[in-house]
């Protein structure tokens, strides 16, 4: 098993790009999500999906869009990058919503910086 | 709502000293508690849990109790080595809201 797999690791943008960070996991997990990391602020939700053809929002989504179209594949993207959106960004999912007691699995990160 | 405090890094210990990272929680009902560590440029992995009260979770040395009565689920270890060094983070999972909520890390650094 790979678990969670993250592309890119590292991305620079500028002002104004869109890109779209892949997460992937071989888990068969049905719980995904995706959450920002920044300094003295711990992590972040930003968009959740429960299921395939099922995403909400989290803590903190604009500027983000998220779909998941199979279990495996959750992608995030980010329709026009601002420099707040300069962060350290993770894939974590699990085999449901709150089972195991949430253990969550999460990916190694995108580095992602805008300038 | 739910939130998660931990006491501000970063914490500097020498290798074999005693280590306790404070976490408190705010939280309706009865939320299940997690310490995650975060290894230098990795994701973030489960290091214990506790899913009710008075439950001890262990893992790797490190132990931390769920305290209701406090609303506290601090993590120790009696004996740091240099390979204990990491980030790690203190949540909670309410069930009813289903999404971890994180504090907002530690930085632990240990030298030899």
């Known amino acids: 098993n790979a678990g969670v797999t993250q592309t890119p690791k590292f991305q620079v943008l500028k002002t104004g790009q869109s890109m779209t960070l892949q997460c992937a996991q071989d888990?068969?997990?049905?719980?995904m999500s995706w959450y920002r990391q920044d300094p003295g602020m711990g992590l972040r939700l930003i968009h959740y999906s429960v299921g395939a053809g099922i995403t909400d929002q989290g803590e903190v989504p604009n500027g983000y869009n998220v779909s998941r179209s199979t279990t495996e594949d959750f992608p995030l993207r980010l329709l026009s990058a601002a420099p707040s959106q300069t962060s350290v960004y993770f894939c974590?999912?699990?085999?449901?919503?709150?089972?195991?007691?949430?253990?969550?699995?999460f990916g190694p990160g995108t580095r992602l910086t805008v300038t | 709502g739910n939130s998660v405090t931990q006491m501000e890094g970063p914490v500097t210990l020498s290798e074999e000293a005693f280590l306790t990272i404070n976490c408190t929680y705010t939280a309706t009902g009865y939320p299940s508690l997690f310490w995650y560590v975060q290894y230098p440029g990795e994701g973030l992995q489960l290091l214990l849990k506790?899913?009710?009260?008075?439950d001890k979770g262990s893992n790797k040395g490190f132990e931390a109790t769920y305290r209701k009565e406090t609303t506290s689920f601090h993590l120790e270890k009696g004996s740091v080595q240099v390979s204990d060094s990491a980030v790690y983070f203190c949540?909670?999972?309410?069930?009813?809201?289903?999404?971890?909520?994180f504090g907002t890390g530690t930085r632990l650094t240990i030298i030899p």
């Open positions: 974590a999912s699990s085999y449901s919503v709150g089972a195991f007691g949430g253990e969550q699995y």
């Open positions: 506790a899913t009710k009260a008075d």
């Open positions: 949540a909670l999972l309410n069930f009813g809201n289903e999404k971890l909520t």
């Open positions: 888990m068969n997990h049905e719980y």
